[in-house]
């Protein structure tokens, strides 16, 4: 730490003037996180955080406010499940007389050690000295084997420009300083602009994601900074693509659109034959939108998504009335609320509740499957629903208490999976109808954010195997059609999509009868050790980029001939 120019004002000074405070700023979180770096390899974690605060507290300049750099530097640090437990306590009560980031530290050891190898990843993966979109788009530049555009995040941006104010309405000067942040990204080439006010997005300490504190004129503002720009579009979650769009989220979306002059796209809609007028409900918003002067459009995936939970994570579970708050306590403490009788009877009422919405079909526990186990007694429940281990046991057991006890044995890291559902002829009839429906486009992201929760990238060959080959329910040419000129049609990507002279040669050659994807499995071959369930696909033959062959026999070829989607130079305007 002595070596770094956070600890020496004079070091600082002589690196970026010191009435240049944005840059100031910058430097002092990029050398700040240089340091964590430098200490996250200590064997004792317990010391490396000593070390920090010292560093710190020499450093007497107010610039340690801003963003929160110093407690997302903090997070970083690679903390184990050994640090003595009075060193700890000694930190804390160090913490409690002063004020300023370090406080979080100890509240949240535990909860960053379940996030550890997530972390990892993005530490090794990334380099961490950009300072705004363009600095991290242009890196790109050369480096990818397939396109790729990017959208500016709503939370990002806040955090930028309101700092730990982040989760607090905005006033009008800050609304205006983010909107001049989504419109300089945008002409760095950004495509657009996201944001979620979705209950189930919570940030890696339990709390709300920070869009989700906007208000919709706030919303609308930073969508309208968009239309300012050729060739952009927007996307949203809000709470109702879960359960329903109230009248005023249909109004947001109408306006977000209005506002931009862009389509605005939502995800993901489901559809079932068990639920057959759900969908119908939810694109009644598209509707509502197209009458008013704007354009909403519903991404489908059309295959059912099959997720893995667990309760270390709390993703989902977070979404039932009154979990949130047991779902945000640090493991110890979560484990020791899912002992007591009272908060299981209390969580199981909530997630049976009608305020549950959609996500009651969860609570029923009994058809849960549990696909991964930790503690050696519970092997042999690999692959059983919780109603499968109740009658093995032989006791008159509520479902509930079972999933509780071997939950809390696993230290909460069992993998569970919603069961009991399965695919029938009709769910593929009525997608299919969904799909040649104007108001909706195949396909689904969540920008990664749920790599070992989820295999989204099946939905492509998931379409061509079941729909096309399997139910017969859509034709080849008009599948492909769904997979390549209607999305490149809602994003305005010129001269891609279809197959014309002088178009981009992007191609995917595959086998018809045998096209699909194998079983998902966790594979550790992200940067750092993390995990991601991964499906490796059968039939393709080839993939084309940009004409380079980058997938030969299904051998990757280690070559990087993607190009980085810019808006208004690899995109034109779409309007409503």
């Known amino acids: 730490f002595e070596k770094c120019a956070l600890v020496r004002q004079g070091d600082l000074d002589r690196v970026v003037p010191s009435d240049d405070r944005d840059r100031r700023e910058s430097t002092l979180r990029a050398r700040l996180e240089g340091a964590v770096d430098s200490a996250a390899g200590d064997t004792n974690a317990a010391d490396a955080l000593r070390r920090l605060e010292a560093a710190l507290k020499s450093h007497d300049e107010p610039l340690l406010n801003f963003s929160g750099a110093v407690e997302n530097a903090i997070r970083r640090l690679e903390l184990s499940r050994n640090i003595e437990h009075n060193a700890l306590q000694a930190l804390d009560a160090e913490q409690r007389r002063t004020e300023g980031p370090l406080q979080v530290i100890a509240s949240h050891v535990e909860e960053q050690v379940s996030l550890q190898r997530t972390i990892a990843a993005l530490e090794a993966g990334l380099e961490w000295d950009w300072t705004s979109f363009g600095d991290w788009f242009e890196r790109f530049e050369g480096a990818i084997a397939i396109n790729a555009g990017f959208l500016t995040g709503h939370s990002a941006i806040r955090r930028v420009v309101m700092g730990s104010a982040c989760h607090e309405p905005a006033d009008a000067d800050q609304v205006a300083a983010m909107a001049h942040l989504v419109a300089e990204a945008c002409r760095a080439g950004a495509l657009g602009f996201s944001t979620s006010t979705a209950p189930t997005h919570n940030d890696g300490d339990g709390a709300p994601v920070p869009s989700r504190a906007a208000t919709p004129d706030e919303i609308v503002a930073l969508a309208s900074a968009v239309g300012a720009h050729p060739g952009t579009t927007l996307e949203c979650i809000l709470a109702g693509c879960l359960n329903g769009f109230s009248p005023d989220e249909v109004e947001l979306l109408t306006a977000m659109s209005r506002g931009a002059g862009r389509p605005v796209n939502w995800n993901v809609l489901g559809v079932s034959a068990f639920n057959p007028g759900g969908h119908e409900s939810q694109l009644a918003a598209s509707t509502h939108a197209a009458a008013n002067g704007g354009r909403v459009v519903a991404l489908t995936l059309p295959h059912s998504m099959r997720i893995r939970l667990s309760l270390l994570t709390g993703f989902v579970f977070d979404g039932f009335p009154g979990w949130a708050e047991v779902i945000a306590l640090p493991p110890v403490e979560r484990i020791e609320a899912l002992r007591d009788p009272a908060v299981r009877r209390r969580l199981d009422a909530g997630a049976k509740s009608e305020e549950a919405g959609v996500l009651r079909a969860l609570s029923n526990w009994g058809r849960l499957e549990v696909i991964e186990t930790f503690a050696p007694h519970h092997a042999g429940y690999e692959g059983l629903s919780i109603d499968e281990i109740v009658t093995r046991s032989g006791a008159d057991e509520d479902p509930f208490d079972v999933l509780c006890d071997i939950v809390i044995a696993d230290e909460l890291r069992t993998g569970l999976r ?159």
């Open 418 to 576: 919603p069961g009991g559902m399965r695919e029938t002829a009709d769910d593929w009839r009525m997608r299919a109808e969904v799909w040649r429906d104007p108001r909706t486009v195949i396909g689904g992201s969540d920008a990664g954010a749920h790599l070992d929760m989820m295999c989204g990238a099946i939905y492509s060959t998931a379409l061509l195997a079941h729909g096309v080959r399997d139910f017969e329910v859509i034709t080849l040419e008009a599948a492909i059609r769904e997979l390549t000129s209607v999305p490149a049609d809602l994003y305005g990507l010129t001269d891609r999509g279809r197959i014309v002279d002088g178009g981009a040669a992007d191609l995917v050659l595959f086998d018809l009868d045998t096209i699909g994807y194998g079983t998902e499995r966790l594979r550790a071959d992200l940067p750092g050790g993390a995990s991601r369930l991964y499906a490796e696909a059968t039939g393709v033959h080839s993939v084309l980029v940009n004409g380079e062959i980058i997938v030969d026999d299904g051998d990757f070829m280690g070559v990087t001939p993607g190009r980085l989607l810019r808006s208004g130079r690899d995109t034109h305007t779409v309007t409503p």
